[in-house]
Each structure stands twice: as C-alpha cells, then as structure tokens.
C-alpha cells in the first residue's frame, strides 16, 4: 500500500491512454485506490479519483458518488424520494420571506453553511430576527447554506454509523459537550458505541445505497417519528469511531476491495 497526495497529482488526458504524473513519475501498477478527500479538496479529489477510474482502476469510493455526497443539499434532494425520514429542510431563494421559511421549518431553526464541516457553520437559532439577519449577511457574502427544523428531542446526541460494504460494521452516540447542540467530537462531543435499532439499520443502508457509496459515515438523530438522516460522509474518520467501537473499520475497507476487485 502506499500514500499518494492528489493535490500533487498531474492528470493526462488524451485518447485511450488517460494517466497520472506523480512526483515525475507515472503512476502504474495499481490495483485499487481508497480515497481520502477532506471537504477542502473535493475538486482536485474528485478528478483524481475519476482519471484512476478511466484508467480502469478501482475506487473503493466512486468520483459521482463523492460528489453528491459532499452537498448536504444535493444529497438530501436525492434522498427525498428512498422513503428515509430526515429534518424538513429548505433552500430559500436569494429573494426570500422569512415568512415562508419559518412557516416550513418553524423556530428554532438550524441554519447551515453547505461548505461546512464538523460541526462548523451550523448556527441553532431562536428567533425570527435573529435568522433572518443572518440569512441577509449569508446571501449578501454568497455564502449557499440550508435552513432545518431543529429537533429538539436528540438533546445534543446524534448516530454516527460506519457502513461498510453494505453492513453497518460500527456505531456510537455523540453527545455534545455541555451548553452546546452539536455533538460532532471536533467540538467537543464524547462518544459511546451502541447497538443500532433495526430502523436506524435501515436508514443508513438505505442512504448509503442511494448515494451508490461503498463506505460512509452515516449522521442521524433519534427522533419522536423514528431516526432522521443528517447527512452522509462519504471520507469518514475512523479514528473517533474505531477508539470508541475498539472495531478495525479499515480492516473491513480492505475486505470489500478484496471481495469487488477481481
Ligand atoms: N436539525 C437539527 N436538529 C438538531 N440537531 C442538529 C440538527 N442538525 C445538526 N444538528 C447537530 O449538529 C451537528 C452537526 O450537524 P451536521 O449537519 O452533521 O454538520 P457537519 O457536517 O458540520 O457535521 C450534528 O451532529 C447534530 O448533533
Ligand atoms: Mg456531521
């Protein structure tokens, strides 16, 4: 196995002959690649793991997938329709009421940066004022973001759920750490395994299906009406999950590209 940084990758293209410039040297010989791209690098990432594809080799994580995985808006409208329940979202206009916003997800309300992560850019809000001026400032410094109906019954947990070649191998609760909502453990959330309830199984198989990933992590919050997706990281640590779980997530990586690649 080795490590290869995409953002020193240089992508030839050219006809029946695609293929990868690394450090001066061209990239032969792989059997199969495991992406690791942080939200930062999706561009780069993205295009580095579909010339691997056009060069016939084998992604554990597929480029289009990665993609839709990596709005949280893209991918909650293409799972609208897979029968999973999430939090009732919306996308307002550049010119739009706060009326209508909060008659559709109601206050408080979670307002979301779609460039953001671990647990940054995701602002609980209370009152109407206070969530439309933010709005205002986002649209006026083109920031794209998503507005939630807040949960309030997770009470500051959340579901991680590791998947792996269609099995959920690894679970934990987050908890957010006292005073705050977001239990992501970058702000400071603890974590505990647990045993996932059949319809919290079903929701994160049905999502990582969906979006046609091969491995993800999988965000949910217990709900009154049963577990509601967050969102699906399609580049999951595994260090917060494997310490918590005491699982070899990675080792089940390999297992599925041992089982797909020929
Ligand atoms: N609609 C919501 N209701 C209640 N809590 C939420 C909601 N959305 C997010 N959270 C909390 O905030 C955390 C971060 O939100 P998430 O959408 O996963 O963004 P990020 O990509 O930054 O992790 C979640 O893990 C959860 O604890
Ligand atoms: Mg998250």
Redesign the pocket.
């Known amino acids: 196995m080795i490590v290869i940084d995409y953002s020193e990758c240089n992508l030839i293209m050219e006809n029946n002959n695609p293929y990868i410039f690394y450090r001066g040297v061209k990239v032969e010989g792989i059997d199969a690649i495991i992406p690791r791209v942080g939200a930062s690098g999706t561009f780069y990432g993205t295009s580095v793991i579909r010339q691997f594809e056009t060069m016939g080799v084998y992604s554990l994580t597929g480029s289009k997938a990665l993609v839709s995985s990596r709005s949280?808006l893209e991918s909650l409208q293409l799972l609208t329709q897979s029968g999973i329940l999430m939090?009732k979202t919306i996308l307002p206009s550049p010119h739009f009421s706060m009326h209508r916003v909060e008659e559709t997800v109601g206050l408080p309300c979670?307002i979301?940066l779609l460039s953001?992560?671990?647990?940054?850019?995701?602002i609980l809000v209370n009152d109407r004022i206070t969530a439309e001026s933010i709005l205002e400032s986002y649209i006026k410094m083109r920031q794209r973001f998503i507005v939630?109906?807040?949960?309030?019954e997770?009470s500051?947990?959340?579901i991680r759920a590791l998947v792996v070649g269609g099995e959920v191998v690894a679970a934990m609760r987050?908890t957010?750490q006292q005073g705050e909502?977001?239990?992501?453990l970058h702000r400071g959330g603890s974590s505990v395994p647990i045993e996932l309830s059949e319809d919290e199984k079903n929701t994160a198989l049905t999502a990582v299906k969906t979006l046609g990933l091969e491995v993800a992590g999988v965000?949910m919050?217990q709900s009154k009406r049963g577990p509601l997706l967050?969102?699906v990281n399609a580049s999951p640590g595994l260090e917060g999950i494997e310490t918590t779980t005491k699982i070899d997530v990675a080792g089940k990586m390999i297992e599925v590209i041992e089982r797909n690649k020929k």
């Open positions: 949280k939090p979670v979301k953001g992560t671990h647990g940054i850019g995701v939630q109906e807040f949960i309030s997770a500051g947990s959340d987050r957010a909502f977001r239990s992501n965000d919050l967050l969102e």
